[in-house]
């Protein structure tokens, strides 16, 4: 009996859209695609649960027939591919026909479409490729479709995509688009939530690349190259430009790829310019005879082959590695990243406590003794003297003007001021109610053993040895100190004020200037009526931010000023996220300041972990 059977057509399509809908990306890409093809210029995406529950897309193309309404999700039915023979000179983003016959095999699919000439739209559903229902409808000319319960068939998938990295790499890929394709206007954003993005039709490249990524044009090169039938334009980061991670974006023939060959290849022309831990931003529409290319290599159309690949890499990577050369030359150091305070430093000798403990204790705190205790030097105690930091002597200096005092972190000196808004009440009772207490134990009774890293240090609590992440911890902790010190921060004078023109558009600057006394009222973020930064919180005495002013005031803008609660919020996650730890030589003093202040949550649990004890050390080593 023959054990080889043909499989029916329900398993064929469910084995088909496994893969060419692997996750809601993918998805997004074909459907934002097809309404490129369509020729919209304006595109509305709406994503829930990172377009697990719902994935809305709305164009205004050029709509679908009515009579194509029947055979639009069946597979392999395409308008934009008649032979194999017009594969040579493809022009448009699909052709294989099966996007939306695998969508509609894995989710609850609704297109609403309307033609120009039509005299009413029509709304329908499918289910496995077949249309179930077609309605008549009012509608704009073009088409919305909506997908629903992605997977609802697929369990094990389903359970595997977590929605906010799902929405991550859904936005990172229509960011992409919407840096190329100019004349379009692009937005995408949670359903209830403001737009993550939104280009509009009229805005230059350069310009969707400063809204979209936050480049600047002086942190950007042009490339030009238009030889034989190689034309290549795009802009590329120049050796002032500082990133924590690479960003590369490919376009063949308008079509978003993955060229790992010349990705690699980029990385080590950067390789001679940046620092170590820097990394550069590339962007690079390259225009090819599409005889040339072989579009047809796997369902997501991410893959090409190009004949003369090496060749046209490498004429690339010269040309880039020869503008480099050029504006390395230029090279110019403005202060943008750190905002060095001047401050008065007390030398007063304060009582040393010597820590008792049980016989098993084998540490004891790191300022017990110090090697300057047997030497016979006097000093005197009152002198104060200014600290200058040699990290950038071309930085803008700045005071901090303690102008409330009180025994916190915040170090206020006058009446402090009592906050009785509902909303912040409700965040700080969040804080108390998500509280580790044995978590907070760690930090109220630690002994600082040393840093790892620039992140990670080590600290002994009784008998067990703990590694922190200080970054992350620094971050809730800065979060902690503002909800708790609302209204009543000190203020850190900016010697010279920044220009946030420099760092921002006018369009993202625009609710910050409009909410600006309430930002100086609450946050002691002072922002004239020239658009300048003056003054930033102290949130603890001696210690200045160290991160990317740029992105401080990009997050700003985010914030969504519509709502108080979460106004609050999201202006104190920025700001924490702007004053978190950055480098071991502010470990011990932000571990004092833990010690009364923090009130661990709940969310930093992965942030503390149990290294060894003393107990298990005994056992290894027969002695303690």
């Given at each position: 009996m023959s054990r080889i059977k043909k499989l029916d057509i329900d398993t064929i399509n469910k084995i088909a859209a496994g893969e060419i809908i692997s996750k809601p990306t993918n998805m997004a890409k074909?459907?934002?695609?097809?309404?490129?093809?369509?020729?919209?210029?304006?595109?509305?995406?709406?994503?829930?649960d990172g377009g697990m529950k719902l994935f809305s897309i709305q164009d205004n193309g050029s709509g679908i027939n009515e009579s194509d309404l029947e055979l639009v999700c069946e597979r392999f039915t395409t308008s934009k591919l008649k032979s194999i023979d017009d594969l040579g000179t493809i022009g448009t983003f699909g052709f294989r026909g099966e996007a939306l016959a695998s969508i509609s095999t894995v989710s609850q699919l609704t297109i609403t479409t309307k033609q120009q000439s039509s005299p009413c739209a029509f709304k329908c559903s499918y289910s496995n490729t077949k249309l179930v229902s077609k309605t008549p409808c009012a509608g704009n000319t073009g088409t919305l479709i909506a997908v629903q319960d992605l997977f609802y068939n697929m369990p094990t998938r389903r359970k595997s995509i977590k929605p906010n990295?799902?929405?991550?790499?859904?936005?990172?890929?229509?960011?992409?688009?919407?840096?190329?394709?100019?004349?379009?206007?692009?937005?995408?954003?949670?359903?209830?939530?403001?737009?993550d993005v939104n280009t509009q039709s009229m805005s230059s490249r350069l310009d969707n690349l400063r809204h979209v990524f936050g480049l600047l044009p002086n942190h950007l090169v042009e490339i030009y190259i238009n030889e034989n039938d190689l034309k290549v334009?795009?802009?590329?980061?120049?050796?002032?430009?500082?990133?924590?991670?690479?960003?590369?974006?490919?376009?063949?023939?308008?079509?978003?790829?993955?060229?790992?060959?010349?990705?690699?290849?980029?990385?080590q022309v950067y390789g001679f310019f940046l620092m170590k831990g820097t990394h550069p931003f590339v962007y690079l529409a390259?225009?090819?005879?599409?005889?040339?290319?072989?579009?047809?290599?796997?369902?997501?159309?991410?893959?090409?082959?190009?004949?003369?690949?090496?060749?046209?890499?490498?004429?690339?990577?010269?040309?880039?590695?020869?503008?480099?050369?050029?504006?390395?030359?230029?090279?110019?150091?403005?202060?943008?990243?750190?905002?060095?305070?001047?401050?008065?430093?007390?030398h007063d000798k304060q009582p040393k406590k010597i820590l008792s403990g049980s016989s098993n204790k084998i540490r004891t705190d790191y300022k017990v003794q110090k090697l300057d205790s047997f030497f016979s030097q006097k000093s005197s105690p009152s002198k104060t003297h200014t600290i200058k930091s040699l990290h950038n002597p071309l930085q803008p200096e700045a005071e901090y003007d303690h102008s409330l005092k009180r025994t916190s972190s915040i170090g206020a000196e006058d009446e402090w001021i009592q906050v009785e808004l509902t909303s912040v009440q409700e965040l700080l009772q969040e804080l108390l109610d998500?509280?580790?207490?044995?978590?907070?134990?760690?930090?109220?009774?630690?002994?600082?053993?040393?840093?790892?890293n620039d992140n990670l240090a080590l600290v002994q609590h009784q008998t067990k040895l703990y590694s922190l992440d200080l970054e992350v911890i620094s971050e809730?902790?800065?979060?902690?100190?503002?909800?708790?010190?609302?209204?009543?921060?000190?203020?850190?004078?900016?010697?010279?004020?920044?220009?946030?023109?420099?760092?921002?558009?006018?369009?993202?600057?625009?609710?910050?200037?409009?909410?600006?006394?309430?930002l100086e009222e609450y946050f002691s973020i002072s922002i004239d009526e020239n658009c300048c930064l003056k003054t930033l919180p102290?949130?603890?005495?001696?210690?200045?931010?160290?991160?990317?002013?740029?992105?401080?005031?990009?997050?700003?803008?985010?914030?969504?000023?519509?709502?108080e609660k979460q106004?609050?919020?999201?202006?104190?996650?920025?700001?924490?996220?702007?004053?978190?730890?950055?480098?071991?030589?502010?470990?011990?003093?932000?571990?004092?300041?833990?010690?009364?202040?923090?009130?661990?949550?709940?969310?930093?649990?992965?942030?503390?972990?149990?290294?060894?004890?003393?107990?298990?050390?005994?056992?290894?080593?027969e002695r303690c």
């Open positions: 074909e459907l934002l695609e097809n309404a490129l093809d369509a020729g919209a210029t304006q595109i509305q995406i709406i994503v829930k990295e799902s929405y991550q790499s859904l936005l990172s890929m229509v960011q992409k688009y919407s840096i190329h394709k100019q004349g379009v206007s692009i937005s995408c954003r949670k359903h209830d939530k403001p737009a334009t795009g802009y590329f980061s120049n050796t002032e430009y500082q990133s924590k991670k690479s960003q590369f974006v490919f376009f063949i023939n308008n079509r978003l790829v993955e060229l790992p060959d010349l990705k690699k290849s980029l990385e390259l225009d090819l005879d599409p005889k040339t290319i072989d579009v047809n290599v796997h369902p997501s159309k991410q893959q090409v082959y190009f004949l003369h690949s090496q060749e046209i890499i490498k004429q690339i990577c010269q040309e880039i590695q020869k503008q480099l050369n050029s504006t390395q030359d230029q090279r110019s150091f403005a202060p943008e990243k750190h905002i060095q305070p001047r401050m008065e430093v007390s998500h509280q580790k207490p044995h978590l907070t134990d760690i930090f109220r009774e630690h002994v600082f053993v040393g840093p790892i809730q902790f800065f979060y902690q100190i503002i909800l708790r010190g609302f209204s009543n921060f000190g203020r850190l004078h900016l010697q010279h004020p920044l220009r946030l023109l420099d760092y921002a558009d006018t369009f993202r600057l625009k609710p910050l200037i409009e909410k600006r006394l309430m102290v949130l603890m005495k001696t210690y200045q931010p160290d991160q990317d002013i740029q992105e401080f005031v990009l997050g700003l803008s985010r914030c969504d000023y519509t709502n106004c609050f919020k999201d202006i104190s996650k920025c700001i924490a996220s702007f004053y978190r730890l950055s480098s071991q030589k502010s470990f011990g003093p932000f571990l004092d300041y833990t010690r009364q202040e923090i009130l661990c949550q709940q969310d930093m649990e992965d942030s503390i972990v149990l290294l060894t004890t003393t107990q298990q050390l005994y056992k290894i080593f």
